[in-house]
């Protein structure tokens, strides 16, 4: 049998609501459910937060009790699952405002205090799973814009240590016919009862 996971879906679309993002996180909270993991659930744009670092990292800037929450969940799950479209070959803003505002020293990472630059990633024997959708077919995006999930794959996630981190591209979205549609919401849904 396989090990249940706590998996934490993260819908990083400002729009819970009638949009392909929203729609593939509840498919994937489905098919894990289905499989027996826990999961809990948060919209990025039901948060209530400054999503701007108004000294930068110079002062403290207090977080708010979502962002608090969003921690906390993090911290819980042992897969992190990210769901967003790629506006302007990037997570929306308000996304990378909750990262700019939350992924800080001593919750995700901690530098090295001996001068030598490194860090200890604090997320280690995390997954993840990035779901991102975008208006160009995948490898045309690649070709045209180079890899623009590193930021999340690699520069925040793999940062912190979450290992493996597999990466969904779905596209073209736009004009996308009812059977393709569906044909993705089953894929993400698979990869829910897989916690992937």
């Known amino acids: 049998m396989k090990e249940k996971k706590k998996i934490f879906v993260l819908l990083g679309h400002p729009d819970a609501v009638d949009t392909l993002s929203a729609t593939l996180a509840d498919a994937y909270g489905k098919g894990a459910l289905e499989s027996g993991h826990e ?25 708010e ?10 911290k819980w799950a042992d897969h992190i699952v ?12 308000l996304l990378k405002g909750m990262f700019d505002r939350m992924f800080l020293p001593g919750f995700a ?22 779901v991102v959708c975008l208006n160009h077919h995948p490898l045309k ?10 930021e999340l794959q690699r520069g925040i ?15 073209p979205v736009q004009n996308v016919t009812d059977a393709q549609r569906e044909k993705w919401i089953k894929e ?8 992937a």
């Open 65 to 74: 009790p979502d962002l608090i929450s969003v921690q906390d969940n993090f």
């Open 109 to 130: 990472f901690r530098f090295k205090k001996d001068g030598s630059g490194g860090w200890e990633k604090l997320f280690i024997g995390k997954t993840g799973r990035v």
């Open 82 to 93: 990210i769901l967003y479209p790629n506006w302007w070959c990037s997570m929306p803003a």
């Open 157 to 171: 996630l793999g940062f912190a240590g979450v290992h493996p981190v597999g990466v969904t591209k779905i596209g």
């Open 39 to 63: 999961v809990r659930r948060m919209n990025v744009g039901d948060l209530k937060f400054d999503p701007i670092l108004h000294k930068g990292y110079k002062e403290i800037q207090a977080l």
């Open 188 to 195: 993400v849904e698979y990869l829910g009862k897989r916690a």
């Open 141 to 150: 995006a690649r070709w045209m814009f180079g890899d623009y999930t590193n």
